[in-house]
């Protein structure tokens, strides 16, 4: 794209493109090596989907995309950034996730594990030592496994030495029960069904199938990180954590332009030499970091005309990760479960059993609307007793649907009209009916207790934020064949691209969604690293 006399053209050492958690964490990094950092963002507020409204009810506090910060709280990157020094304290529910079965059985995992393994061992005696042993095995290697896997991929310099520490005895078999299907690793290491939700559950977070490699690594990840720090969240809202960002930023001297799309990246010379936005040309030294998803980078951004031709060919293979219902309730009092724990959590899973689990998903892959939909819920004033009224809960749920539906697996036979699956009002209202439904089953009178409700299906979700493509909340799938040096296309895992100067600084980059900052870091770093500024490979 040549560059072409604007109105106002400003000259800076890097420009972001979009103030996700990405795209902030890499603009913090930047002015910490002395950059002049512009960052542009579309909307009218910063964060991406790391944002908190009272649009719901007044008094009642929303976290409208995400909620839970476990990868923050184990994030070197964003923990090194100090952001409670502008802003952020980090709070917990009193236990960390609940899976609620029906008949009012609860598995709870809690901050303290031997409560974990004796509430287990009620379950299933002997559940509780095998818990206690993979913790034990985290113990060990749990934190260098993090550290790997939020580093650039291949590993180089300090990654490489990590991987090595990772693959020792106890580290090898950790890795290896991560790249089982979560099904697999479930039924052979806990005998009852208590402990196998807690990880199948936490494994569905992500959108590989209980019964593909890989899946176990989301399960065991988020339980492991869950038993050791919890699932914190922003003391005020999600938007908390991302205003500290751009606190931080701010002073240290880096800008944020809201309201400012950006619309192509100026190429010259299969460099790249500035950024365009509707008004302005804002010329770069050093860098463009784009925290927009990799579809948008290469097409819309970058004109094929400056791209290799094999890039279009694997971007014509990039595969999105399923689309997402939310709904948001405002509520006059606590969520009255069957059977409610002592202990709050913050996080509830909902689902029946594990073949529940593995039809829901293999529903969505088959393009079917889930008929019985498994629910993430979020108690948000069990976490965090200042975004409430008195007695009262903010709560949400969402659920995966087909980015691309060819029927509804409930086919009107609950009572309710067929969703056709071009979630306009009408199909997300009814989803949003099915999703109360399942709550209602599980703690009656839920419905009584509703003040307000919002639903944000794929559309809204994505007008709110266009990297969440159709509803799809990763950046693309996170099936192993897109993972590593699959992500975003085959022959990645770092955050070049074909454009010098130019870093995919998102979630479609390795590795991956999740609030954990290290899209963006890892392309900082590299930004750094080709100006002959050696910035810490790891993530320190
Ligand atoms: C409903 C939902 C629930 C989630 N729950 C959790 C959770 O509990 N915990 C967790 O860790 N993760 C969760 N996630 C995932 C997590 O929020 C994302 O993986 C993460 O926000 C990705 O960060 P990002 O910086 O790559 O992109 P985003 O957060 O999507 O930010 C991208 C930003 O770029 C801007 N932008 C895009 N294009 C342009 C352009 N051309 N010009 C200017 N600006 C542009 C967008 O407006 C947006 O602000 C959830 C996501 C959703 C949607």
């Given at each position: 794209m040549s560059s072409t006399p604007w109105k106002d053209i400003v000259t800076t050492d890097a420009v972001v493109i979009g103030s996700g958690p990405n795209g902030l964490v890499a603009a913090n990094l930047l002015v910490d090596a002395g950059w002049s950092v512009v960052v542009l963002e579309e909307q009218n507020r910063p964060g991406g989907a790391v944002w908190s409204d009272d649009a719901v009810a007044p008094g009642h506090i929303h976290d409208t995309f995400s909620s839970f910060y476990p990868l923050a709280a184990v994030s070197p990157t964003i923990r090194g950034l100090h952001l409670e020094r502008h802003g952020l304290e980090w709070v917990q529910a009193p236990a960390v996730v609940g899976h609620a079965f029906p008949e009012g059985r609860w598995g709870m995992l809690h901050r303290d594990r031997a409560a974990t393994a004796a509430a287990l061992d009620d379950h299933a005696p002997g559940d509780g030592d095998a818990w206690l042993a993979l913790c034990d095995t985290w113990d060990r290697v749990g934190g260098d496994v993090v550290q790997m896997l939020l580093s650039p991929f291949p590993p180089l310099r300090g990654g490489a030495g990590m991987a090595r520490r990772v693959l020792r005895p106890g580290g090898l078999e950790l890795v290896r029960e991560m790249v089982m299907p979560a099904r697999t690793l479930v039924e052979r290491t806990f005998n009852g069904d208590a402990a196998r939700m807690l990880v199948a559950g936490n494994a569905a977070h992500a959108d590989i199938g209980l019964e593909a490699p890989g899946s176990a690594a989301m399960g065991l990840l988020l339980a492991m990180i869950g038993q050791s720090v919890g699932f914190p969240v922003p003391r005020g809202g999600a938007g908390v954590l991302s205003q500290a960002l751009v606190r931080r930023l701010v002073a240290r001297g880096g800008e944020v332009c809201l309201g400012e799309k950006a619309v192509g990246v100026c190429v010259e010379g299969g460099r790249a030499v500035a950024v365009r936005t509707a008004s302005r040309e804002l010329r770069v030294r050093r860098a463009v970091l784009a925290d927009v998803s990799a579809p948008a980078l290469y097409?819309?951004?970058?004109?094929?005309?400056?791209?290799p031709s094999r890039l279009r060919h694997r971007m014509g293979r990039f595969e999105w990760d399923p689309s997402t219902v939310k709904v948001d309730w405002a509520l006059a009092g606590p969520v009255p479960w069957t059977g409610s724990p002592d202990k709050a959590p913050g996080t509830v899973h909902v689902a029946d059993s594990l073949d529940e689990l593995s039809l829901n998903g293999a529903q969505v892959s088959a393009g079917l609307v889930p008929d019985r939909p498994f629910l993430l819920v979020g108690q948000m004033g069990a976490a965090d007793?200042?975004?409430?009224?008195?007695g009262g809960e903010a709560i949400w749920a969402y659920t995966h649907v087909p980015q691309r539906v060819r029927g509804d697996a409930a086919g009107g036979h609950d009572g309710t009209p067929e969703i056709r699956g071009v979630w306009d009002d009408a199909d997300i209202e009814v989803m949003a009916e099915r999703m109360e439904a399942r709550i209602e089953t599980r703690a009656p009178g839920f419905r009584d207790l509703v003040i307000a409700r919002r639903v944000l299906g794929p559309r809204q979700l994505e007008a709110l934020d266009r990297n969440l493509v159709g509803g799809a909340l990763n950046g693309g799938t996170a099936g192993l064949h897109q993972q590593l040096i699959f992500r975003p296309v085959a022959g990645s895992g770092r955050p070049e691209t074909p454009i010098k100067r130019l870093y995919l600084a998102s979630a479609s980059a390795h590795p991956g969604g999740g609030v954990h900052g290290a899209c963006g870091a890892n392309a900082a770093r590299a930004a750094l690293w080709h100006n002959k500024i050696r910035a810490p490979w790891r993530n320190s």
């Open positions: 097409a819309d951004l970058v004109g094929w005309g400056e791209l007793a200042s975004r409430v009224p008195a």
